[in-house]
Every structure is written in structure tokens, then in C-alpha cells.
């Protein structure tokens, strides 16, 4: 056994090393002026909770015995079944059949994209709404698709043992790669090839510490049935994102077709037109997409006192961006990206929120110290797992050197839906210039010309603002950082961009195409020219960082097989956009010297349209004139949003929220700001989720938006093919 040191003078490493860890960070990002002030270890006033890795059960490890013991339900084998073939991926949400002939629903704000998309002509519809009157009118949305799960299959030995006999974290993260391509490619042609409509996934759960071979089934024809206008699907706008009590009907419903026709299902969620009751136990089947419970203290710090911290800035940036340019065009697109930012910025906020509290830490210090004692006193846990926090902890000391870095960089890559097009283009033509002056082979070349040809055009005002916030954020941490500083010495990000929009030709799709196909793109063009100043720079962060986080991750899965050696399937994996089952119970909480109700009715939102009329925040709860015609017909005290203690993030919006008879008594959009800390501690004093209540969804489709043949098919699961009332 390799001789470690006692297990006192670990923990007390540790533990100077996480009250230091922000000293170190501060050290490295003191042009962010923040005051960074380390958490004190808390005493032993303050305790890690049974829960507090979270209740996202997942479908191959359920928690049958807890679910008997704590709501009297008997999840057997068909119950969880129907539970998962229900359920539905889209490719940023979840969904859920509905009724038998393959009608799906999800959020509004899942579908907000797909929806302006699907305008024609002087058609508005993220305004005006979309309500189908027949099947004929179904309308098919081609960004869409919809994944079922229909067979996990443990692949846990067959991953792990690809990874021994490798000496360096690149060979057996490779090795690992090359062993989930080969399980995906098996079990894909176990269910006839992607030809046939299928995707296999590996998925890992406790951070690489176990892995799962998925195959869904995908459907890839979708058709919208009915979107609500913005204004109520939305209603409360940014004022009231991530609140409670909510008065929104963040609702849609698309169809899925086969051969044409509507989808025939086995396996869908019955409509509750009863609802739930405070006190009811309820589940939410979803996918939430990320959670860091199982992170290390330190790791945390690290994301409170800088990592965290440079997200929310960089959304904020986008945000105001996005903002002034939907201001100046009007563009729904536009809209709707920047609607994502606002919501990404506020998420942020509140994640900082809770990892500024220290009672918050404290919990996490608890149960860390938990942890390192069952391995201590385990001498085979010990002897692999001894030294892993302390090493956690080091590397954050590491990353903290690359800070200023991480700030100038931060998310600049192609992908990412709020990058300029232009620098998306200027990124790709820089590689294919260089590639270029190197005389790479022919084949090389095209592939990068590609890359420039494929990005398309965007709203200049959106292209201009996005570049030039990007800029200007650069520009912040750009002091003594090399040629960048000299590059931006006596200019501002204004001028730089307009340098760019007067003689670049990558302001343009048509304009870059054609220089490349005459041959005249070249260096000196100043897109390129602003690129060139810190590529050489940026390439470096990205390999010294990349390295980093890969030494981190192969960790973070160590850290995950130690999670489940020592606690088993009592704790359950963070989330991984993979499916889980989340238990709770209707219940409203305290808050602001008061006490939210479990559930908000029409009365609150025509409340808060004409409380709000007249005044600067009219637009964010206005509502639109049928709804003001149908204000007499509605039943006013019919629940509207409902809150629960589930176990939600980002990822489970457009979830079912069911009974205990996998019944839908409510569709989960979104979780009050007190649950955002619920990426490092599940707490349900104050956290909630919120779903539009089923009750409120029916009155709407039937009173308002007069869709009986879909209020007939929800009640009855019966198909009504005719010509209806309802049109648009």
C-alpha cells in the first residue's frame, strides 16, 4: 500500500486548502474588483441532509422500496414502464404523449424557436398563437424531433474494462471513447441502424462512476397542434422568471405522425381533470439536464468565486446585446434567443445566490467530511480512494491560474447560439487561411471552407451588437495579456467592429463564398486580422485548460465509483439530460413574511393584467383581446400554475407532472428562484417547482381557444379528425 499520510493530517490539508482555494482565485482575477472573501469552515452547527444529492431517480436503479415506504405506491416493473415510454426527449426539452393517437406535450418555451420558424408570410405566430382546427391543419415543424427510451441496458464492466491496462489520462480517455462508440454501434444494429429510426446513447451517471447503454426510438414527424400567444405563454415575462406565485400557460401540444398518419401509442399519461391537492404525492418524469451535487467542495468554490461568476457576466452581456437588437428589428428569432439569455442570466444569479450562502457550503463541507471518514476507515476504499478529494482540490489551484484567460475566451466557439456570425465565420476563415500558408492537402482545405460557407447570416444589428459585446468583454480582462493587449491599445470594441462591417467580407455568407472561390480571402482581412491577434494565445488556454479539466474529469468519474462504492443506490447520479423519476408532494411554502399557496388561479392573472395596465410593466402580464372577449365565460377560480416539491433543473421543462396513477395533473415550466441552488444542494424548505396545473390547461383549450376536438381527445382519447371551431 502506497504510504499516504494519517487521516487527520489529510483532512487538515484539506481543509486549509478549501478556506484558501478563493484567496488563490482572488490572486489570479482581482481585475474582476469583486470582494472575494473565503468561506470559514463552519462548526458543527450545520448538517448534511438524508436528500441533499437530490430525488432524481434513475429508471435502471428506482428507489421501489422508499416510494412504498413514503407515498404507500407500488412502483412495480409496469408502473415505471409505462412511467418511461411515456415520457419524451426533445432536443433541448422534455415532452410526454398525451393521448393514444401520438399527441405530445411540452412548454411553449421549448417550441418558442421552432414556432416563429413556422410563420408564413405576415404570419406572427409567437404573437398571434397557433391553434389547429383539424389534423389537416397540423403544421409540421422539421427542427423538431422526439425520442422514446425504450431499453437501458448496464454497461458499466464493458466501459471499465476497456480503461485498464493505460498509463496516461489521453490514452484511457481514448480508450474509453473507442469502447462507447463500439456499445453504440452494437446496439444500433441490434434495432435494425439509424435507417430504422434509432439512437443508442452511453450515457454515465455518478460522473463516469457507472454507464448505460440507451436506445431510443425517434420520431421525426412532428407537427405543431397548438402554441398560445407569447404573452401568455410567457405571461409575467422577465419580471416574473424563476417567481412564485406564477399565473403563466407555458403550454403547446405537437403531434407525432407515422407513415403519415397520427401515431397510434400504447403508452401515454391520461389527462386528470380533477388535478392534484395539496399534500398529493406527485412525480415529475423528465430529463434535467445538469446538476453538480457530487462535485467537491472545493470545485464549488472555484464555481462561486470565479467560474459561475464569469457565466453570469458573459449572459449578461448577451442578454443586453440580444435586448437592443430585438428593440431595433423586431425579429422573433431574435426574440426568442434572447429570451434563453435572460433566462440563463437569472439562472446564474441564483446559482450564486446559493453558493454564496454559507449554510449552503457548510452542508456539502458535512457531507464531504462524511465521505473521506467511510473511506478512512475502509482500507480498500482507502487505498483508492485516499488521496481523491485533496487531489480534487489541487487542481482547482491549478485552474485558477488560467483565469484571466478563461474570462477573455469564455465560450467562444461556433456553437454557441449567442456568438456573432461574423466571428463564428472570422474563427473558421482564420483556420482555413492558415491552413492555407501551410499547403495542407486539398480535402483538408475544403472541410474548412465548409466550415466558413455553412455559417448563415443573421439580423445586422444582432451580428453588429452580439460582436461588439463580445468585444468589449474581452476587453476587460485583456490588460497585460499579450498581443491583445497591444491589438486593442487606443481602440474600442465600436471601432474594432466597425473596422470589420466597413471592408470584411465575412459580414457576409455571399461575400465570404465568393472569396473563397476566387481565391482573394486572405490575412489581411480584419476580421481575420482580429482573430490572428490572439489565436495563438487562445490555442494555448485551450490545450493547458482542456488538460486540466480532462485530469478533473477522469476524478469527477473516480469520485462517482467511490459515490456509489460507498453509499450504493441509495444516492441517487446527478442529472446528465438522461431520464429520471422525481418524486414530491403538492405543498405552497413561506416566503416574504407570507405563505405561497399551492396553487394560483385565473382571478391572480386578470389581477395582474389590469393592475399592471397603463403602467411601464403593462407588456409583461398583457393579455390578448379573446382572452379579454372569453373574460366572462372563464372560471375564474380554476387553478392555473401549481407548486410542488419535486426535484427539477434545467432540462426538465415541458415534463409531466403526474399522480400516482400516472395521470397528468400538471406540466412543469420552471422552478422558483429559492430551487436554483438546487445544482449544488436539493432543499425543499423554500425550493419549488412550477407547473401549469392540468386544470387550468383544459379551461383554457375549451374556453378560450374553443379546441373541443383536442379538450374531447384529452378526456377521452378519442381521435376527432373533422373540421372543428377553432381555426387560425
Not at 114 to 130: P, Q, R, Y
Request: with cysteine; charged share 25%.
Amino acid at each position: 500500500m502506497k504510504e499516504r499520510g494519517s487521516s487527520a493530517c489529510r483532512q487538515a490539508a484539506l481543509a486549509v486548502m478549501v478556506v484558501l482555494l478563493p484567496i488563490f482565485v482572488a490572486e489570479a482575477s482581482t481585475s474582476r474588483g469583486e470582494d472575494m472573501r473565503p468561506t470559514p469552515v463552519p462548526g458543527d452547527t450545520v448538517k448534511a441532509g438524508p436528500f441533499d444529492n437530490g430525488r432524481m431517480w434513475a429508471f435502471e436503479y428506482p428507489p421501489v422500496d422508499y416510494f412504498r415506504s413514503e407515498y404507500g405506491i407500488e412502483a412495480s416493473d409496469e408502473w415505471l414502464e409505462h412511467a418511461r415510454l411515456g415520457a419524451l426527449r426533445l432536443p433541448n426539452c422534455t415532452a410526454s404523449f398525451v393521448s393514444p393517437n401520438g399527441l405530445v406535450m411540452t412548454n411553449h418555451h421549448c417550441v418558442r424557436s421552432a414556432v416563429a420558424a413556422l410563420s408564413k408570410g405576415e404570419e406572427a405566430l409567437l404573437d398571434t398563437g397557433f391553434y389547429s382546427s383539424s389534423t389537416d391543419e397540423e403544421r409540421p415543424a422539421p427542427s423538431l424531433y422526439v425520442d422514446q427510451l425504450i431499453e437501458i441496458e448496464d454497461v458499466t464492466d464493458e466501459v471499465f474494462q476497456a480503461e485498464q491496462g493505460w498509463e496516461t489520462v489521453a490514452e484511457r480517455a481514448n480508450a474509453r471513447s473507442e469502447a462507447i462508440q463500439a456499445i453504440q454501434d452494437r446496439k444500433l444494429n441490434e434495432v435494425g441502424g439509424a435507417d430504422a429510426g434509432y439512437i443508442v446513447q452511453v450515457v454515465s451517471l455518478y460522473t463516469g462512476g457507472r454507464h448505460s447503454a440507451y436506445t431510443f426510438k425517434r420520431y421525426q414527424d412532428v407537427r405543431l397542434v397548438m402554441a398560445p400567444e407569447i404573452t401568455v405563454g410567457h405571461f409575467g415575462g422577465d419580471a416574473d422568471n424563476f417567481t412564485y406565485p406564477r399565473y403563466a400557460l407555458d403550454m403547446s401540444f405537437l403531434r407525432v405522425y407515422d407513415d403519415g398518419r397520427p401515431l397510434s401509442v400504447e403508452h401515454y399519461f391520461p389527462w386528470s381533470e380533477e388535478g392534484a391537492s395539496e399534500g398529493d404525492p406527485v412525480f415529475v418524469v423528465g430529463n434535467p439536464g445538469s446538476t453538480l451535487r457530487l462535485e467537491s467542495v472545493a470545485q464549488l468554490e472555484f464555481r462561486r468565486d470565479f467560474q459561475d461568476r464569469q457565466l453570469l457576466e458573459f449572459y449578461r452581456n448577451r442578454h443586453k446585446a440580444l435586448r437592443s437588437a430585438y428593440e431595433e428589428t423586431g425579429d422573433a428569432n431574435v426574440r426568442a434567443t434572447m429570451l434563453s439569455a435572460s433566462n440563463g442570466e437569472k439562472a446564474y444569479e441564483g446559482r450564486i445566490q446559493g453558493l454564496d450562502d454559507p449554510a449552503l457550503i457548510a452542508r456539502r463541507l458535512d457531507a464531504e467530511r462524511q465521505f473521506i471518514s467511510a473511506i478512512d476507515n475502509d482500507p480498500v476504499l482507502n487505498e483508492k480512494y485516499g488521496s481523491l478529494i485533496a487531489d480534487l482540490a489541487a487542481i482547482q489551484l491549478e485552474k485558477a491560474e488560467f483565469g484571466k484567460q478563461y474570462s477573455i475566451y469564455l465560450a467562444m466557439t461556433p456553437s454557441s447560439p449567442f456568438t456573432s456570425e461574423t466571428l463564428k465565420r472570422a474563427l473558421a476563415a482564420y483556420e482555413y487561411v492558415k491552413a492555407s500558408e501551410r499547403g495542407l492537402p486539398g480535402e483538408i482545405l475544403q472541410q474548412l471552407a465548409d466550415a466558413v460557407r455553412a455559417v448563415e447570416d443573421s439580423p445586422d444589428p444582432l451580428d453588429r451588437n452580439l460582436l461588439e459585446g463580445r468585444i468589449s468583454l474581452m476587453m476587460r480582462f485583456a490588460e497585460n495579456a499579450d498581443d491583445l493587449d497591444s491589438y486593442f491599445d487606443g481602440r474600442t470594441a465600436e471601432s474594432v467592429v466597425d473596422a470589420i462591417f466597413e471592408s470584411s467580407v465575412l459580414v457576409d455568407s455571399d461575400q465570404a463564398t465568393a472569396a473563397l472561390e476566387n481565391g482573394t480571402l486572405g490575412i489581411e482581412d480584419p476580421a481575420i486580422q482580429f482573430i490572428a491577434s490572439f489565436a495563438g494565445h487562445r490555442s494555448n488556454f485551450v490545450s493547458g485548460w482542456s488538460g486540466l479539466t480532462a485530469r478533473e474529469s477522469e476524478l469527477a468519474s473516480k469520485r462517482g465509483r467511490a459515490q456509489f462504492d460507498v453509499y450504493g443506490l441509495s444516492i441517487p447520479p446527478d442529472a446528465t439530460f438522461s431520464l429520471r423519476i422525481a418524486d414530491g408532494v403538492v405543498k405552497g411554502y413561506e416566503y416574504n413574511g407570507t405563505v405561497a399557496p399551492p396553487y394560483t388561479t385565473f382571478y391572480g392573472m386578470f389581477d395582474h393584467y389590469y393592475s399592471y395596465a397603463g403602467s411601464e410593466l403593462a407588456e409583461e402580464w398583457a393579455l390578448p383581446e379573446q382572452w379579454l372577449e372569453a373574460r366572462n365565460s372563464i372560471d375564474l377560480k380554476t387553478p392555473v400554475d401549481i407548486v410542488s416539491t419535486n426535484d427539477i433543473i434545467g432540462g426538465n421543462s415541458g415534463s409531466p407532472l403526474l399522480n400516482s396513477d400516472l395521470e397528468v395533473v400538471g406540466l412543469v415550466f420552471d422552478g422558483n428562484i429559492e430551487s436554483l441552488p438546487g445544482a449544488y444542494v436539493f432543499r425543499t424548505e423554500k425550493a419549488r417547482t412550477v407547473s401549469v396545473d392540468s386544470r387550468g390547461m383544459l379551461e383554457a383549450l375549451d374556453t378560450v381557444y374553443k379546441m373541443d376536438h383536442i379538450v374531447h381527445e384529452l378526456k377521452t382519447g378519442e381521435l376527432v379528425e373533422g373540421e372543428t371551431s377553432a381555426s387560425h
